[in-house]
């Protein structure tokens, strides 16, 4: 079984606001681990853009939930393949775009950071993909700064 790792962020969707809700409704329904943890309430403009917070347990690292579902690694069965090909078609002809930045830790494999991930249409209407994730140790210290808390909050949650 893989380590489950803290992931959270911001997602920003354009053109296919819509579309993407759609996709990862379909496709996280029943799966344990998840690209977002709830798209509740999340409402595409009228552009399509929608852009929400999320939090949700990555695979070893919250990165390879992206390449699960994002670059379609994890879609096996029948009912995910089709969700991802009526999503990447309609990604292609709106030419749409993904931005995900993010943090991620493993208290149990000693690492954290920040990444970030985007997801667009080239001139030849291939899809790109880039990111970076930026990892270091973790210390009480900078555990507390990643995550915008007091190292009183760092130090019990480590030893929870």
Known sequence: ???????????????????????INKVQEGAYYLLVDSTDGVVPDKNGDVGFTFGAGGRWNYGSNIDGYLKGEWMNGDKEKKAYNKFIEAFI?????INIDYTDSDMATDWMGEGTFEMS????????????????????????????????????????
Do not use: C, P
């Open 1 to 23: 079984m893989a380590n489950i790792s803290d992931g959270y962020g911001d997602i920003t969707v354009r053109k296919v606001g819509k579309e993407f809700l759609q996709f």
């Open 93 to 97: 002809k709106k030419k749409g775009m």
């Open 121 to 160: 249409v080239g001139e030849n209407e291939e899809i790109e993909f880039s990111g970076n994730f930026n990892e270091e140790s973790i210390t009480l210290e900078r555990f507390a700064e990643h995550n915008g808390e007091s190292t009183h909050w760092a130090l019990g949650y480590i030893w929870r």
